[in-house]
């Protein structure tokens, strides 16, 4: 998801950061870049949830959300972007609309512009 920094629907949304007990799970960081994140919310090999919920995640699912480590994020979190795949099915389990990816909502503008 997205922080507080980025105009992105990620402040109205967090639901792929409440999408399982198992995610976000570290993949190819290095010790470092996990020792960056404050211990409390780190478990042995990713992010501590409650449920399925990332303990980093604050606010309201759909309303406002923002993460409490955006700068350190693990990598499966900078990976994940609004409107792919992983995040429609994230947005689906609660109840919000499908989005489109920065590129496919781009190419729909040149396609207004040209028929215009
Ligand atoms: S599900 Fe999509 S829109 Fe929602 S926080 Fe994750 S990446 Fe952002
Ligand atoms: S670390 Fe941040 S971006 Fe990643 S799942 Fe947790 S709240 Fe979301």
Redesign the pocket.
Known sequence: ??GLQDP???QS?????SFSADWPRFTLEEDAAIARIPEAFVARSGMRCIGDRCSALQGKIGES?ACQVYDVRPDVCRA?????EE??M??QRFGMPE?ETEAASKRTSVVIKVTK
């Open positions: 998801m997205a992105s629907p990620c949304c967090g639901a792929c950061c959300t994940c972007q609004p409107g792919d995040c429609n994230a947005r989005l």
